[in-house]
């Protein structure tokens, strides 16, 4: 065995979304608990800064649990805290409930590696054995067990055998294992939210193209009668970077790790040869794609379809891959059976039958845009950071990240101000309770000073306040001799004003200063 040698070679990507994305938390965001309406548009509420603007703010305790809804605490917060989720397709109405996209810690979104190398492990994997004979591989394909009265493998691990001599029978012998994918973290401002419809073939031959009410589960003639569901998507147009990174050290010898299964060039060693294989996986989908909607005369999803093979064909750099939510059951698997072999599983899997002789997958998830579903889910593309920064989705994001800076810059500062001011007024209030009566009395009249010191500058001190003055040095009398001091020093602090006070107020003064001589 040759000793094993080689480091790791990274290379920094750009990941432009082309049609919506979305990795999920697998569970809904909810109106009145996540998010608001307001103004008709969908407004998610940053629940920790805004519960922290209440704990902080002036608001009764009372004041903050008559709040019904979480709309009204958000009024009682004053300032908003959160973002605005406008609609992909431009139109207004918030629904009752929506797929949330995955966030980090501060709220930006992002793909995870493990998603993204799980669509290129499925890229890999289709376009591997479409190279291949079927010869090679069907015999590892699941068939009814005639003893068990079952298919040989339950229909989530029907290709389990097959992954496993293309890429190593265990976790540890992956070939992929040699491949690190980081996470895409994109802006705040970078999802909208989706409107998804279904596209469901229904009847006889010729079948029909016709819009699934999620609801009923029925199918209707109009788009507009099928209510589908929402989702948080990753828009058109918007960039992450992420990272690609080969480890040749384990690439140096993968048979000292990787065992006697998995095809020893399944994994390319570098971008180039790696987009090769991924962009021969989507032409391949996209083709497909193409032919169904054009069987079936759907133009808006058939343009988009064609618009996306135009640029995998005229794009040098870029490599290109669906993934995720509402790729559908090709996406997911990879479209890698041929008719015959489909057709055979589908007697198998209850989950693949439908209805005999109906084609499968006989539905498509569409995004609603310009007023029509239209939009394929899922589709991205990954090209060298220099290359994806002079897009215009480059350009846009450097500027949106600037100005994400500077609002974060913004934000920090108040924050700062604020937390300040309000360690200030604790400070000034833990002083002012540790003092006596008299000399709290001796602090209101100092604040009330340096208030109306500019005026007095200006006027002379008005006789009411001066009277005041007078009652308190009287007070003074029974005062303990440190307080006594404290109402002195004011009153010499006021003297020093004597250009402004008139002749007799300064006597006055000076008959102060004397009664409360030690």
């Avoid at 810690?105 to 190279?131: D, E, H, Q, V």
């Avoid at 480059?394 to 500077?406: M, S, V």
């Avoid at 400070?427 to 340096?450: I, N």
């Amino acid at each position: 065995m040759r000793a094993m040698q080689g480091k790791n070679d990274g290379l920094r990507l750009g990941l432009e979304i082309l049609t919506p994305v979305q990795t999920g938390t697998g569970g809904n965001l909810i109106q009145h608990i996540d998010y608001i309406d307001l103004g008709g548009q969908v407004f998610m509420v940053d629940q920790a800064r805004t519960f922290a603007a209440l704990a902080s703010g002036d608001q009764t305790l009372d004041a903050v649990l008559s709040g019904a809804r979480l709309d009204d605490l958000v009024k009682l917060a004053g300032p908003r805290h959160g973002q605005l989720l406008p609609s992909l397709h431009g139109a207004g109405g918030v629904p009752r409930e929506f797929r949330a996209q995955l966030k980090d810690a501060f709220l930006r979104p992002y793909l995870p590696g493990s998603a993204l190398k799980g669509a290129i492990r499925t890229a890999l994997f289709a376009a591997a054995l479409r190279r291949l004979p079927d010869t090679t591989w069907q015999h590892l394909l699941p068939r009814y067990d005639e003893r068990r009265k079952k298919p040989s493998a339950p229909a989530k691990m029907a290709a389990q055998d097959l992954s496993k001599q293309a890429f190593g029978g265990t976790p540890n012998q992956d070939r992929l294992r040699a491949l690190h994918v980081g996470d895409a973290l994109f802006q705040p401002d970078d999802p909208r939210l989706a409107d998804i419809r279904w596209l469901n073939l229904t009847g006889h031959p010729p079948y029909q193209a016709r819009w699934r009410n999620m609801a009923t589960r029925t199918s209707v003639n109009r788009w507009q009668d099928a209510p589908g569901l929402h989702a948080e998507m990753l828009a058109p147009g918007t960039l992450a970077p992420v990272t690609l990174q080969w480890d040749h050290f384990l690439l140096s010898d993968p048979a000292a790790w990787g065992g006697r299964d998995g095809l020893p060039n399944i994994l390319p060693t570098h971008f180039e040869a790696l987009r090769q294989v991924l962009n021969e996986h989507a032409r391949h989908r996209l083709e497909r794609e193409i032919e169904f909607y054009r069987a079936y005369g759907q133009d808006g999803p058939l343009q988009h379809c064609r618009r996306l093979l135009a640029l995998l064909e005229q794009e040098p750099e870029a490599a290109y891959l669906q993934l995720a939510w509402g790729s559908g059951w090709r996406g997911m698997t990879g479209d890698w059976l041929a008719e015959e072999d489909r057709e055979r599983m589908r007697g198998l899997y209850r989950e693949m039958r439908g209805r005999d002789g109906m084609p499968f997958p006989k539905t498509r998830r569409l995004a609603v845009w310009q007023n029509q579903p239209s939009l394929p889910l899922g589709w991205l593309r990954l090209l060298p950071w220099d290359a994806a920064s002079r897009t215009e989705a480059g350009l846009a994001h450097a500027r949106r990240a600037a100005e994400a800076r500077e609002a974060e810059v913004q934000t920090r500062r108040r924050d700062e101000a604020a937390a300040h001011a309000a360690r200030e007024a604790a400070e000034q209030e833990a002083r002012r309770a540790a003092l006596s009566e008299a000399a709290r009395a001796v602090e209101d009249f100092r604040a009330r000073m340096e208030r109306e010191r500019a005026e007095w500058v200006r006027q002379g001190i008005s006789g009411q306040w001066f009277q005041a003055l007078r009652e308190l040095a009287a007070d003074a009398a029974g005062w303990e001799p440190a307080d006594r001091a404290g109402l002195r020093e004011l009153v010499e602090t006021i003297g020093g004003l004597a250009p402004a006070l008139a002749p007799k107020k300064n006597d006055h003064i000076k008959k102060l200063l004397r009664s409360l001589a030690p």
